[in-house]
């Protein structure tokens, strides 16, 4: 069974992309474009990895997006502008379904700095038992027994007591999206994941604010040479398969 990674924590990592994340209350403020044709216009978020530019069918002076599939969900705030591109109604139903999708060649500084960040780490498996004293009392009897208790998990420390050779590389992955029209109705596509945006950026134009994934695998290695093994150390002749 595949492990998951802890969705809260990787979501309040990625709070330090947004420069000003905060919550607000309220119906959203429109801006006064008269522009009566079909319009899309162009919003630019400023983050600390970068700007992000994408155009919103929108007219909301501050589109706030939030991400309702997962808790502790990063808002990222994007602002409105004058720019504009003159669309269909066709390409309307085109925009709804992109929402705030980024083109990837246009954000590739915002991109490389997610990327550039995204480290790659291993943790070191542990498994041990030690011997405790334990004291209980009924009534007036009291008495003391010592039992072994057993210590196992993952641990970042390679000098942990009790390693057992067995490690966890916790390694980003990457994806994008394209958007096709199949049986007159546009549809979202998502990649495979990949080791660099690169890969699939042409085919797969549309990136998302956290357009990762970190899937962890686990490698075996003798126990005595373990706490020196890093990541450049680890190939696919330790891979155990997940069962």
């Known amino acids: 069974m595949k492990e998951k990674i802890n969705v809260r924590k990787v979501y309040l990592k990625i709070l330090s992309l947004l420069t000003i994340p905060f919550f607000v209350a309220g119906c959203a403020k429109k801006s006064e474009c ?10 630019i978020a400023n983050t600390e990895k970068g700007r992000i530019v994408t155009y ?56 490389n700095n997610l990327k550039n960040e995204n480290k790659d780490y291993i943790k070191y498996h542990y498994d041990y038992s030690k011997r405790r004293v334990v004291t209980t009392s009924t009534g007036k009897i009291t008495q003391t027994y010592p039992i072994m208790q057993r210590h196992e998990g993952y641990t970042d420390d390679h000098n942990h007591e009790g390693l057992d050779g067995k ?64 990541i450049e150390d680890i190939n696919s002749d330790n891979y155990i398969p997940q069962k």
């Open 167 to 230: 490690v966890k590389l916790y390694h980003y992955q990457y994806y994008g999206y394209k958007i096709e029209k199949q049986d007159g109705k546009y549809v979202k596509i998502k990649s495979p994941l990949v080791d660099d945006i690169n890969e699939i950026i042409d085919e797969y134009p549309y990136f998302s604010l956290l357009c990762f994934e970190i899937e962890p695998k686990e490698y075996e290695f003798d126990k005595d040479v373990v706490s020196s093994i890093r």
């Open 34 to 43: 008269d522009i009566k044709d079909n319009h899309v216009h162009k919003y």
């Open 56 to 111: 919103l069918n929108s007219e909301e002076l501050d589109h706030i997006k939030y991400d309702n599939n997962y808790p502790f969900s990063p808002c990222i705030h994007y602002n409105w502008t004058n720019d504009t591109i003159e669309v269909t109604q066709d390409d309307l139903e085109f925009y709804k379904l992109k929402g705030e999708l980024f083109v990837g060649t246009d954000n590739l500084d915002y991109l």
